[in-house]
């Protein structure tokens, strides 16, 4: 794999603030990484707005708020979120077959393939444990759950899931070598693994099989941002050659 090839895996995460933000971060990171994932919390703060940012600095986004609730009303917000013209957007696979197909099929009528965003279904998050899910009354293991949920995702039209790289293998063989696998959780060598629970190395992450990795802290909080990216992207590109 090349270092250009290795740079598009990244996704950074801009758990940020504020537009300025947004515009630094985009101007530091846009030759950097492949695409910037705009979360709940700048979303909440700036609205499409941050979206729209990252998109005139060249940037691509992954728009994850994780959408979950009654089939129509997630449909209608991912078709908005398809409008904003970002390349990935996501929601809960917990919410069932019913909210992904109805989702996936306004979408895909009102976009073509190549103007399509991919849709994925977040599984189990990163913070989860056995105990997590016994609280809210599934009895399953988190591996199990992972797998369940990323066959009824391929099964009701969604491209991919948001994943833990440790279930990665199991979702790959569950549902095949074409169905995208996005992996937080995801902490290099020189990073602490701060409040994920289920972590792996960048090179580990995409040699496991991953197409993509959400990274924040790792390079937000590096004393040089850039470098650390390409330090990431240079630890993948040489440990798949």
């Known amino acids: 794999m090349t270092l250009e090839e290795a740079r598009k895996k990244i996704i950074f995460a801009m758990d940020l603030h504020g537009l300025n933000e947004i515009d ?9 990484v492949g695409m910037f994932k ?28 994780k959408y979950h609730d009654i089939p129509n009303t997630v449909a209608n917000a991912m078709l908005e979120a398809a409008r904003l013209g970002v390349q990935i957007v996501n929601l809960h696979a917990l919410g069932g077959a019913e909210m992904m197909e109805t ?18 279904a977040v599984t189990i998050l990163t913070s989860s444990t056995v105990e997590t899910l016994r609280q809210v009354g599934i009895e399953h293991s988190v591996q199990d759950m992972v797998v369940r949920l990323a066959r009824l995702a391929k099964a009701s039209g969604m491209d991919g899931v948001v994943a833990s790289p440790l279930e990665i293998n199991l979702i790959r063989e569950a549902c095949g070598p074409d169905f ?8 290099p060598s020189f990073a602490s693994v701060d409040d994920q629970k289920r972590v792996m190395t960048p090179f580990e992450a995409v040699r496991s099989g991953a197409d993509y990795l959400v990274i924040g802290r790792p390079i937000a909080k590096a004393s040089d941002p850039s470098q650390a990216a390409e330090h990431i992207a240079a630890e993948i590109a040489d440990g798949t050659n």
């Not at 630094?24 to 950097?32: A, Y």
């Not at 190549?114 to 849709?119: D, G, I, Q, V």
């Open 24 to 32: 630094r971060w985009s101007e530091i990171l846009t030759d950097k």
């Open 38 to 65: 705009v979360g709940k919390e700048l979303f909440t703060s700036c609205g499409p707005a941050a979206v729209k940012a990252v998109q005139r600095h060249g940037g691509k986004v992954f728009l994850d708020l």
């Open 103 to 120: 989702a996936a099929n306004a979408v895909h009528k009102e976009f073509h393939d190549a103007e399509c965003p991919k849709l994925l």
């Open 180 to 187: 995208l696998i996005v992996t937080p959780g995801v902490r």
